[in-house]
């Protein structure tokens, strides 16, 4: 440990940023071209955090969205701030999910271009009645969407005041006082048409619909605010495309960059204290702004938080496969590109939902596990070599809910994730008319090119406690009435208990996901100081 009691911290830069996830590139971006000097370490040998690109299959020329794989909070203020140069696919399909256990495998495509083609197939699977109603839970959301979206860039609003902006009490009572499944049980009546919906409420959230502490329904208002329309595109090039633009307006501004730096140790003076090549190092920020878990912050600063914080517990497992072709379906009127086209979800009827969340808090693996997939090379095949996307190949990510953290260790770790794994496989088949196992491309070494991350896998690699993957547990996009709103800090959402330390990442008020909000909210709250 280095000694520093015999001199005070003078500030060696302007800002330390701990952590090159996408919102410390933000971060870095902003600050150094407001002309701060800055420094951004970062734990691994790239940045990028869980918004990465890599070829995770040797010998096959295809780079993939390891972990975070679509985009839909990132502001466009930030894209024309930054001048990223990012591009963002929009798919014509919005979902399509097959009836669990129908013989013809019947299913619901919602075609965001074709409201005929939508209403037939709602008739389809027998839910005519709630054809209207879908499209009015929307409308119901988005005018939630449209009014606080422009505000996830400016300071906090209260929760007073984000009420009256909205301007609907009876959405308001609906999405943010009581639980989501009273909103979407009171609105439709199809099982499956329910089921669609409640996913957004569930991602990455280990919730009951109906639990009266609410996570469900933060969860579900980040997934239907973005752009005011709740749009989730693909990252043309993968999302290692994004965060590449971001380090590159951020060198380009002048921030330092340290890869392979790990940071022991944080300060209050704003002492950051580091390890790079075996060798202690030490750097001084006037502002140290934290872009890791809360809980991570608090290990680094040696503190307990009282009262003390949830555990951070993430409760998703995901799997990438790459195939030779898009698989057949049951159900032979439905195109797999339309099926593949949009988010594929599989058994997550509303009741499949509820009955997997009750069966995991007590241990009890569902026996087809709620699923929902998506094909990134059917709106972007730039993430193939060339040759390989014109043989038809297509990657699949699959995204399995309900499958928290508390069931893993790093003893069973292995064993888990095989486990989890022949789950997914055993869903996705469930609805297919051919084994997806006999579509896996092998990489150099034989092997089928599948590969599977669980909770405690992105503990291990990202250093998510839990696996959380929004570091914790969500908060609500605005303060509550009675919170202390004085700082800059406290106004952007980004303050800890320290003056000179900033939250910057996902465990900021409004972060989560890939929006750079994090970095953005702790920038401005720097300039304004």
Known sequence: ??????????????????????????????????????????????????????????????????????????????????????????????????????????????????????????????????????????????????????????????????????????????????????????????????????????????????????????????????????????????MGAVTGELARVAREAGARIVTGAEVTRIDADGTVEYLRNGHERRVVGSRVLANVAPDVLDALLGETPEPPRPRAEGAQVKVNLLLSRLPRLRDEAIDPKAAFGGTFHINETYTQLEEAYSGMTRGVMPDLLPCEIYCHTLADPSILDPELAATGVQTITVFGLHTPDRWLSDENNDATRQRLQDAVVASLNSVLAEPVEDLLLTDADGRPCIETKTTRDLEQALNMPGGNIFHGPLSWPFAEDDEPLGTPAERWGVATRHPRILMCGSGARRGGAVSGLGGHNAAMAVLED
């Open 1 to 238: 440990m280095t000694d520093r009691s015999s001199s005070p911290a003078s500030p060696t830069h302007d800002i330390v940023i701990v952590g090159g996830g996408h919102n410390g590139l933000t971060a870095a971006a902003y600050l150094a071209r407001a002309g701060r000097s800055v420094i951004l370490l970062e734990r691994l040998e790239e940045v990028g955090g869980a918004a990465v690109s890599a070829q995770a299959f040797d010998g096959v020329e295809a780079r993939l969205s390891r972990y975070s794989y679509l985009v839909s909070l990132l502001p466009q203020r930030i894209i024309e701030d930054l001048g990223l140069d990012i591009r963002l696919a929009r798919r014509r399909y919005s979902s399509y999910t097959p009836v669990p256990g129908d013989p013809d495998g019947a299913g619901l495509l919602i075609d965001n271009t074709d409201a005929q083609a939508t209403a037939a197939s709602f008739a389809r699977i027998g839910a005519d009645d709630d054809a209207a109603a879908f499209d009015a839970v929307y409308e119901t959301t988005g005018g939630l969407a449209r009014a606080l979206w422009p505000t996830v860039t400016e300071p906090l609003l209260t929760r007073s005041e984000a009420r009256a902006l909205v301007g609907d009490d009876e959405a308001w009572r609906a999405l943010v006082e009581r639980p989501i499944g009273e909103f979407i049980e009171s609105r439709l009546q199809n099982d499956l048409v329910r089921g669609v919906v409640a996913t957004d409420a569930l991602i990455g959230t280990f919730a009951s619909l109906s639990d009266p502490g609410l996570d469900q329904n933060r969860c579900f208002l980040y997934h239907v605010i973005g752009q005011g329309t709740g749009e989730w595109d693909v990252p043309v090039g993968g």
